[in-house]
């Protein structure tokens, strides 16, 4: 019987140590998301909702951003953002969405992805190079 019970307990405490591990965090999915970790040029990633055309967004660290659109026709938009909470709020200044203002819960980042809830959908953003958005803008 003691064998029996052994053999259980040591199932017991492996089951429990798999289960620590799997539970490790290998990305910033759990805390505030710093603003300065989303400065750079993000290409959204169209496979969540259809590959309908390039949707690219550059967030600058003085809290402007710049959205590029190209479907065959290109659309340029520019305005502030800001990063709080893990809510991301895009406000257009100018552009082809004048007045619009976005707002994204941020769901998952690391260096190279982020994770946004756009509308019910969770989308994937990678980040790429500034030059992929500069193209557009000169």
């Known amino acids: 019987m003691k064998k029996f019970y052994s053999v259980w307990a040591m199932?017991?405490?492996?089951?429990m140590a798999l289960n620590?591990?799997?539970?490790?965090k290998d990305s910033d999915d759990g805390g505030d998301i710093d603003d300065s970790s989303i400065v750079g040029t993000w290409q959204t990633m169209g496979e969540e909702y259809g590959n309908y055309g390039l949707e690219?967004?550059?967030f600058d660290s003085d809290g402007t951003f710049v959205r590029v659109y190209?479907?065959?026709e290109t659309d340029i938009s520019y305005g502030s953002w800001t990063l709080s909470n893990?809510?991301?709020t895009l406000k257009v200044i100018s552009g082809d969405w004048y007045g619009d203002t976005w707002v994204y819960t941020v769901l998952?980042?690391?260096s190279s992805t982020m994770v946004l809830d756009v509308e019910g959908f969770p989308t994937t953003l990678k980040k790429v190079s500034d030059s992929t958005i500069n193209k557009y803008l000169n």
């Open 11 to 15: 199932l017991a405490m492996m089951f």
């Open 86 to 88: 893990n809510v991301l």
């Open 108 to 110: 998952k980042k690391s």
């Open 56 to 58: 690219l967004t550059k």
């Open 20 to 24: 620590f591990t799997a539970c490790s």
């Open 70 to 72: 190209d479907d065959g």
